[in-house]
């Protein structure tokens, strides 16, 4: 059965299309094409929104507006989660997500974001540009009806949020915790149980007590959603997110349908806004952490060492579990260990930073 033709009709019948399956993909406007952006997160929320936004102006400018992109914030079109889905059936041309949101179709797809005690947003640039990454994304990818670009990276995360604080892994048992990925699966196996909520809804379930904690990205973020008015305990490092790159999957008939330099602007765009992106955050974070610190009297805590200890032990065995659970995941696995371990020999000799001498 032809996939792409089954997510079609899905589309055409499913409740969520019942605003989408008005949008042709995509529009041809006088003097040029605009494609319509379905997004993750609401529209013009700092960093994920801004950038998307940001991302679009950058394409339109190379074009001279004859390639233009419409951002639609999460929700205007289809929810959150269903992004990929809608884009791959025509409901839109690209969307602006994170892959790992996709591990549900592929858990290979989880690489392409983010990977417990993994690469740093420079590394993963690395892999997908000259390690083959980009190679086995694109495979991946065509078999669900999208071309992937690497379009944003926060940079490292924070850990996350919680209403009491954490003092052992004992601390862990039966809490319900919004950790995505392999980072929540590492949680599990402590007692926590994940679960997964968009961006939009994470205040109110933190407020309202439906989950007991999480993570989401990292201060300047954190300080936009006010997670500070609904909990006090601060958790750092994101050993679970130590570089998250962000994406857009681009519908696979709308990608083959632009021509060369049009690919190429989107490209070169994804590429420049990667860069800026990650600068951004890196900029910005530290100036939100000590406002929540300084004026809202948030609590700084480092992880407890036995925590940190159990998910070094545990993330081989949940990785190596997770490559298990489908061929595109082994094939992935396998260039992204043999990268990484080639990288921290570099890393070794090649970054300064931890030899960097503190000034007095």
Known sequence: MNSKVTRRNFFKTATVATGAAALAAPALAQGGTELKMLTCWPK??????????????RVSDASEGKLRIKVYGAGEIVAPFEVLDAVAAGAGDLTHDTPYYW??????????????FGLTADEHFTWLKFGGGQELWDELSAAHGVKPLANL????????????????????????????????????????????????????????????????IAPWNDLAFGFHRAAKHYYYPGFHEMGHTLSSHV???????????ERAIMQDAADAEYVTSLAEYNARNLDALNTLVNDHEVQLHEWPSDIVQEMQRIAPEVLAESAAKSPMATKVHE??????????????????????????
């Open 44 to 57: 013009n929320f700092p960093g994920l929104g801004t950038s998307a936004e940001r991302f679009a102006k």
């Open 103 to 116: 591990f549900g179709k592929d858990p290979a797809f989880v690489y392409f974001a983010v990977v417990p």
């Open 153 to 216: 990276n926060t940079g490292a995360q924070m850990g996350g949020w919680f209403k009491n604080p954490i003092e052992s892994a004992a601390d862990l048992q039966g809490l319900r915790v919004r950790y995505p990925g392999l980072g929540g699966q590492m949680l599990s196996r402590l007692g926590a149980t994940p679960v997964n909520i968009p961006g939009g809804e994470l205040f109110t379930a933190l407020q309202s007590g439906t989950i007991d904690g999480l993570e989401w």
């Open 251 to 261: 519908n696979a008939d709308v990608w083959a349908g632009l021509s060369d330099t």
């Open 335 to 360: 260039s992204w260990i043999a990268f990484r371990d080639n990288q921290r020999q570099w890393g070794e000799i090649g970054d300064y930073a931890n030899a960097r001498l503190k000034q007095g």
